[in-house]
């Protein structure tokens, strides 16, 4: 069994830095300590809350497809996106090797006649939509499982956790909790709205059945907030102020036993955080104790529409992300299909 004492020996923190914030590092200990899977799939375990989503929770997803309608759920990758390098990261660069240009007016490339284009993409991994993987984030020094963060990732990567560990699994019974929908007219939820149980539930019991989150589902939540920065521009999306989950929610996703989370913010928690001087604690609690994939910056606006207009709220979801070897997070196309 992984120790589970591994972080609280590492719980030595500096009382007197600026950062220190009593009230979130109590509640943080208490959420993980709730939270863990901890040694639950075995001491090598690599998959965490994907454990949930096995061959019989995709059956079901593909149970889910009725009339055969697709969404793409990934926003843009371009120079576009919403990435003002915050973190150091920008948007997408992409430039092509070889054009038509080269075709038409260039020395021939190939004999007879033949030609073609090439391209290339600089990105950081997390530029757009994406998941992030096990990897991603730590709580003192620890991974998931238990493991010390150094032995996890390395110069060379995520080396027992890396996204590629899933590029098989995410498939299965997608379900949308629209709660921006639920809770407001304009359907948007303002900036700093911490999403808690209570509004979970309404959204769930407004949506009707198909809307009930179990064990192996995809869970989607839509703030709206997408709609909004597209009308009024990026602003601070990325990294700014945000609706999002409360930190309160912990408990609620562990029993749920859901499989993944995505929503259409740039760090699927509420933002500020909930706790003066804490930064996405409620990452610290899912990610490295839960064992939870977060999805981040989907779009799930037309999605979200055609559940509103037919009163179904689950579909087969498929959201492999690119198996770069050892990445602790990854872009992604999810595809809904209803």
């Known amino acids: 069994m992984p120790d589970t004492n591994a972080v609280a020996e590492t719980r030595n923190v500096d009382t007197n830095s600026p950062f220190y914030s009593p009230a979130a590092e109590d509640a943080i200990a208490e959420a993980a300590s709730r939270c863990s899977n901890w040694g639950r799939w075995g001491d090598d375990d690599a998959l965490g809350t994907m454990n949930f989503l096995d061959d019989a929770k995709r059956v079901e997803g593909a149970s889910r497809i009725r009339r055969g309608a697709a969404f793409s759920l990934a926003q843009s990758f371009d120079a576009n996106g919403p990435q003002h390098g915050w973190r150091k990261r920008n948007n997408p660069v992409h430039t092509m090797l070889v054009s038509g240009l080269d075709a038409e007016f260039g020395e021939p490339e190939m004999p007879h006649g033949f030609g073609g284009a090439d391209d290339y993409v600089v990105m950081p991994l997390q530029a757009s939509t994406q998941w992030d993987g096990l990897g991603h984030i730590f ?7 238990g493991r010390p963060a150094s032995k996890v990732v390395t110069s060379e990567g995520d080396l027992l956790t890396g996204i590629e560990t899933v590029a098989d699994r995410i498939a299965g019974r997608g379900v949308l909790l629209d709660v921006g929908r639920a809770l407001r007219e304009d359907g948007e939820l ?11 539930e309404n959204t769930i019991s407004a949506q009707g059945e198909s809307s009930v989150v179990g064990r192996g589902d995809i ?21 700014g102020a945000a609706p999002g989950l409360s930190f309160t929610t912990a408990g609620w996703l562990h029993d749920r036993e859901v499989a993944a989370i995505a ?16 930064f996405q604690p409620l990452h610290q609690v899912v990610i490295p104790h839960m064992g939870l994939f977060i999805g981040e910056m989907w779009d799930l606006d037309k999605l979200a529409a055609d559940c509103a207009s037919d009163g179904i709220f689950d579909f087969f979801l498929t959201a492999a992300p690119i198996p770069v070897t050892g990445a602790v997070g990854a872009p992604v196309n999810p595809v809904a299909i209803k």
Do not use: C, K
């Open 263 to 278: 929503t259409d913010t740039w760090g699927f928690e509420v933002r500020p955080n909930e706790f003066e001087n804490a």
């Open 139 to 145: 709580d003192h020094g620890v991974a998931y499982n």
């Open 190 to 200: 303002p900036d700093g709205y911490a999403i808690t149980v209570e509004d979970l």
């Open 219 to 239: 869970m989607l939540v839509r703030t709206g907030q997408l709609s909004r920065v597209r009308r009024d521009g990026w602003g601070s999306y990325a990294g």
